[in-house]
């Protein structure tokens, strides 16, 4: 290959990487720019959700006026519109805890936000509710942080790391030993599996130091968006999926005084029962706690709305209730949510009115 052959073919590969690594270059600006622009208009009221059978519904209300701007950054679908008068974003998140925390740290960081409203379906560990239900949780706590105890420890026992203030025995122990089954009742019995102790989230404010950890099992909502949220206690909600398939007890707007997540799909009787005899918990989800952690570490107010769609393993069914009762949980928790904007957008209207 002659000489000059070979710089044509080195000067065409460069302007290809220059061409490549400017049409990056423009679509970062271009995204960076758009960006910009909606935080002129802001700020936003976030409406942070798991999927997109609990988003289709607010995309479908007629409250729900979609603007002609959506974002797509960092793989994250960012789109802007308006509930009774109530400039919002939604975004979804997809499945668990990670994809929770992602999602709501990059609306936060990236847009003008005052406030997360989060919603979707859950399952229901509290006897007292019904499949249809609406929650309103006033705290919501992580229970899949764990310090899993080796066989032959105790409750008397240290566990591990505990003196250096990793880790705690405060919040309690799950012990497997209690759930063994097939033995009779003289016989004594334990469980390889032994203790896992439950832990709270570490924490870094944002007006904290740097590094400097704090830590936070039951992370409070807003204290004002609960208040609010007290006005939709006698919504009237969905009771049917259509007409062959109702519920036999109707639904309600209630508010509870816990909600716990994990990135576990509860479908167990037993734990069900556990985790509500320890803490007194009604939803179970796989997201909402991700939410309140990221919203307390960035000083944003927040909170939860879950329609409870399952008995998470509790009822007497073959196969999961959620099967069958999705579509009305989620519909039910758009319901909620929208009246819950427009309470927020008049309190908001009477207090710049009042100023």
């Not at 603007?67 to 509930?83: E, P, V, Y």
């Not at 994990?262 to 918990?281: G, P, T």
């Not at 196969?319 to 989620?330: D, G, M, Q, Y």
């Amino acid at each position: 290959m002659r000489n000059y052959e070979v710089v044509v073919m080195l000067l065409c590969a460069a302007m290809i990487m220059h061409a490549q690594e400017g049409n990056g270059a423009l679509i970062r600006e271009e995204t960076q720019e758009m960006i910009d622009e909606a935080n002129r208009n802001g700020p936003y009221l976030g409406l942070v959700i798991p999927n997109l059978f609990e988003m289709n519904p607010l995309l479908q209300s007629p409250n729900y006026t979609a603007s002609n701007l959506t974002i797509d950054f960092a793989g994250r679908r960012f789109r802007f519109g308006t509930i009774a008068d109530k400039k919002v974003i939604l975004v979804m998140t997809g499945l668990s805890m990670i994809n929770a925390g992602i999602t709501t740290q990059l609306l936060l960081s990236t847009f003008d936000i005052e406030g997360v409203v989060h919603y979707g379906i859950a399952g229901n560990a509290n006897p007292s509710l019904n499949i249809g239900d609406v929650t309103i949780p006033q705290y919501w706590a992580h229970t899949a942080l764990w310090n899993w105890q080796r066989y032959g420890d105790g409750p008397e026992d240290e566990i591990a790391l505990e003196e250096n203030g990793d880790y705690t025995r405060e919040i309690g122990y799950l012990k497997f030993a209690n759930y063994t089954v097939n033995v009779s009742s003289s016989s004594s019995y334990d469980n390889l599996l032994n203790n896992v102790w439950y832990q709270p989230e570490e924490v870094f404010p944002v007006d904290g130091t740097p590094e400097e950890r704090e830590h936070a099992f039951w992370v409070p909502v807003d204290s004002l968006y609960f208040q609010l949220s007290q006005n939709l206690l006698a919504l009237e909600l969905e009771g049917c999926v259509n007409s062959t398939t109702c519920l036999t007890e109707t639904p309600k707007v209630v508010s509870v005084l816990r909600g716990t997540s994990a990135s576990i799909y509860l479908d167990n009787a037993a734990y069900r029962a556990f985790i509500y005899d320890k803490f007194q918990v009604s939803p179970v989800d796989m997201e909402s706690a991700a939410v309140a952690l990221i919203c307390l570490q960035q000083r944003v107010a927040f909170i939860a709305f879950r329609a409870l769609s399952d008995l998470a393993g509790g009822g007497s069914a073959q196969s999961n209730e959620a099967a069958t009762f999705t579509s009305l949980a989620a519909n039910n928790s758009v319901t909620v949510v929208v009246e819950f904007i427009k309470q927020l957008s008049a309190a908001s209207f009477h207090a710049s009115f009042v100023s």
